[in-house]
């Protein structure tokens, strides 16, 4: 992850490694901590032998004005999730990612490993409303598990904003978006995970925007 960092152009202060590691060129100044510092001061139960201090570096609302599809998390809290989410939007193809007021740090360390580097690569922005996003001309398309048309019947290749909320109470009924979509699903399951959520819609916007059309004919 610190070489991802260093590679993608951030700002790496400096990397503390457990005896014998081989630091990172371009990652800061080296610093050698002794026998199970590690250990102790590590957030993993078996850390790697480096850690890295990293200055913060997200993006700005002007990068909504020229998006063609993002990602909104709407009060995410958990970040095993939203790593996730950062993983699949860029996988997708998508612009950015946008973080509502609420939403879990996006530096927390979770965040960062479960994004396996699409942190340091896809710009993130940070503390945006749902009507920042409207104002960019993007359409807020929310998510729900009880209301709204079938994820493959709408037309993600306009400009779209894919919205998922909290893991816990999902996005209200009154939430600031243009339209609903759902994801059909059998049994007796109430939702999907909302990183698993997130994965099916980013992918069905990259299905349409390669074949340039949903799969029932828009009217």
Known sequence: MV????TA???????????????????????????????????TEAPQPIIAVVARRFALLDVLATASFVLVADGVSDPG????????AEASGADALVLTPGSVDPSNPK????SAGSIFRLPI???????????????????SSH????????????????????????????????EWVSIPHVGQAESLNVAMAATVLCFEVARQRRSGSSTVEMS
């Open 3 to 6: 070489a991802e960092a260093v």
């Open 9 to 43: 152009g951030w700002t790496v202060e400096s990397q503390y490694l457990a005896p014998g590691a081989d630091p990172i060129d371009g990652a800061g100044s080296v610093h050698y901590l002794a026998p199970g510092v590690m250990e102790k001061v590590a957030t």
């Open 111 to 114: 965040v960062v490993r479960a």
């Open 147 to 178: 209301t709204g048309r079938e994820y493959t019947s709408v037309d993600c290749t306009r400009r779209v904003a894919v919205v998922l909320g909290n893991e816990a109470h999902g996005m209200s009924d009154s939430s600031a978006v243009d």
């Open 125 to 143: 922005v940070e503390k945006a409303t749902l009507e920042d996003v409207a104002r960019a001309g993007l359409i807020r398309l929310g998510t």
């Open 81 to 88: 999730n939203l790593g996730t989410m950062l993983r699949s």
